[in-house]
């Protein structure tokens, strides 16, 4: 993607259903759970890089000893920073005790992260947090080993004055208003609640402090702890939690915004992200991972049962689809193809823009993970082409010789390497004209395959702010002198914020928003943004539930293709010689590529919840207002 955005995060959760013994007997090492969360989160490090956690809990332990563990790092290779504290601890706890090398019960009883339960998380710093306070997990401690709470989560609340305000009312007195704490605290306030009532119920039953510990244990009803923690959750999410005398959990939002999917066997349940993270690390097939449920919690008890249990009423699903555009590693079998499919249906328009002429276009794409709608893009122009060449042949059927068959079968497309990525920038770059600069030079251009009379297209993910286009791809496509240049997003135009994620929290910050806006001032309509805002300001009190979304009034004066021609031309600045078009994916051909990932709030402001009317109807007045705020 040219222009960067900070998103989704990733977890991982693993527990061993086996003795430490059974592992080192199998696999060499009694280290195992450490190693396969190493490649967990490794494998999943494109959904955060500002931080990494993991935190590990031995069960079965005797008082006095260590049982949780956990480390974060907010430095910068966190990943790569946590497991070699981990690796260099354990290295010297074996070096200082010898007698520890092959005994797993010393190994398990006096070096960390030795254990049966591992949770992990790598973060995006989506507020532009990134001390080591806001890194996964959170730990929530307490001498009574059910009642130590560690919480790791992808997600993001549009309600969080609404949850604090919950906890207020409590009795609590939360140390912040962020989305983290306040999950984190009311799922603790109810987990306090279930212990209290068990143990008063073991009390009425003659046991003691101590006899009560395991029968609590057993009896924590965690399906009801999630139901009461998260009734009035608004947002997209899955959370993931380890209780500290072992249980564990991961529960996914009713809309099924954020993705979990899961995997067990007699050896392990591992929750991940993303499925191919578990296929490649744990070397299971594709069918073999299933997906936790919208609104369900998996729970995972002590004693090793696996229940899926609904705690939430599922809503129409409305799975992000930047999962599969974007965020997402290709690797997964069903995104790969959605990708290239993107790329496909996207053909008609392009070959429409170059005046079906192929032979004078050559085709490239953005690194890096626009390649494989690249290569859906140029499977089309094959067919088409092909298509072409068989049309040829019939037409001159009569008099075809075999020079000129040989002509018509070498017409080749023509695709190339084009955008090469230099450089990640980095934030220091603090003055306009300085970051300007920079951000001019993140791409260079492969010189030499293009001629004065050639079409040059390259495809992009997609385009929320324009700033790398304007300032750096569309000058440097220029510099090779192709007679047209034509961009194309596999994603429809970003025209509202998003506030499950994607740190979009600013309409004016969206190049389609702008567009829309010269639009109206062009065709004498910007007496409608004062309508709109008029309507805005007349719902901020009421419920979320009865908030319309207005701003879709505003895009619905212009069609599609205006506002992409207008985006063209204020991405394309005076210097630039060739002709500029942009062209965008369709909402409808989205969800043709992406079938199971219906979620298009940012594309059509059909927001999967009732929060996010609130956000949207917020970031216009702050727009308006002229505030430099979040709408969220």
């Not at 280290?31 to 590990?56: C, I, P, T, W």
């Amino acid at each position: 993607m040219s222009d960067a955005i900070k998103h989704e995060c990733g977890i991982a959760l693993l527990r061993l259903k086996k003795p430490l013994e059974y592992y080192k007997e199998k696999y060499g090492t009694a280290f195992y759970g450490v190693e396969k969360m190493y490649l967990l989160l490794e494998k999943q490090h494109n959904r955060g890089q500002d931080g990494a956690g993991l935190a590990s809990i031995k069960l079965d332990v005797e008082p006095g000893e260590r049982y949780i563990s956990r480390i974060r790092s907010n430095q910068a290779q966190p990943i790569q920073d946590i497991f070699g504290q981990i690796n260099a601890r354990i290295s010297q706890e074996l070096e200082l005790h010898p007698e520890y090398k092959d005994n797993v019960a010393l190994q398990k009883e006096h070096i960390p992260y030795v254990g049966e339960v591992f949770l992990g998380h790598v973060r995006y710093g989506t507020f532009g947090k990134n001390s080591i306070e806001n890194v996964h997990p959170f730990l929530r401690q307490n001498n009574w080993m059910h009642r130590n709470l560690i919480v790791a989560g992808n997600f993001n609340m549009t309600n969080v004055k609404e949850l604090f305000q919950d906890l207020v009312r409590l009795g609590q007195h939360p140390k912040q208003m962020a989305d983290t704490v306040t999950v984190m605290e009311k799922i603790g306030h109810f987990l306090d609640d279930e212990v209290t009532d068990l143990y008063q119920e073991c009390k009425e039953n003659g046991l003691s402090k101590r006899e009560a510990s395991p029968v609590i244990a057993e009896k924590l009803n965690i399906g009801r702890i999630l139901r009461r923690a998260s009734k009035n959750w608004d947002g997209g999410y899955a959370m993931a939690g380890l209780i500290g005398h072992g249980d564990a959990f991961v529960t996914r939002d009713p809309a099924g915004i954020r993705p979990a999917y899961y995997y067990q066997d007699d050896e392990i349940v591992v929750v991940a992200s993303e499925r191919p993270v578990i296929q490649t690390v744990f070397n299971v097939p594709f069918d073999a991972i299933q997906e936790i449920t919208p609104g369900h919690a998996l729970i995972i008890k002590k004693d090793g049962r696996v229940i899926d249990e609904k705690v939430r009423e599922a809503s129409v699903k409305k799975a992000c689809s930047f999962e599969r555009i974007y965020f997402s590693r290709g690797s997964d079998a069903e995104i790969y193809q959605e990708r290239k499919e993107l790329g496909k249906l996207i053909m008609p328009a392009v070959l429409k823009a170059v005046g079906h002429d192929t032979e004078n276009t050559v085709f490239s794409y953005i690194p890096n993970t626009a390649e494989t709608s690249f290569f859906g893009m140029v499977e089309a122009a094959n067919d088409y082409l092909n298509q072409h060449k068989i049309n040829l042949i019939l037409e001159n059927k009569d008099n075809l010789s075999a020079d000129k068959l040989k002509e018509i079968l070498d017409v080749k497309l023509r695709s190339e390497k084009i955008a090469i990525k230099d450089v990640k920038l980095r934030t220091f770059i603090t003055e306009d004209s300085s970051r300007d600069d920079m951000v001019a030079h993140v791409y260079d251009v492969t010189y030499g395959v293009i001629k004065p009379t050639d079409n040059l297209v390259i495809i992009d993910d997609s385009i929320v702010r324009g700033t790398t286009l304007k300032k750096s791809i569309i000058k440097m496509m220029d510099r090779l002198n192709p007679k047209k240049i034509v961009i194309v997003s596999s994603a429809p135009q970003i025209r509202y914020p998003d506030c499950y994620g994607i740190d979009m929290a600013k309409l004016e910050t969206l190049v389609a928003f702008q567009a829309m806006l010269e639009l109206l001032k062009e065709n004498n309509k910007y007496y409608l943004v004062d309508e709109v805002y008029a309507k805005c300001k007349a719902q901020e009190h009421l419920n979320d539930s009865e908030v319309v979304n207005y701003v879709n009034e505003l895009y619905e004066q212009f069609t599609d293709e205006q506002i992409s021609d207008k985006i063209a031309v204020m991405l394309t600045e005076p210097s630039v010689k060739a002709e500029v078009k942009i062209i965008f994916q369709s909402v409808a051909d989205l969800h043709k590529a992406c079938p199971k990932n219906s979620g298009d709030w940012y594309f059509t402001g059909d927001y999967p919840t009732d929060g996010g009317n609130r956000v949207v109807n917020r970031a216009f007045m702050n727009f308006y207002e002229g505030k430099d705020a979040r709408a969220y």
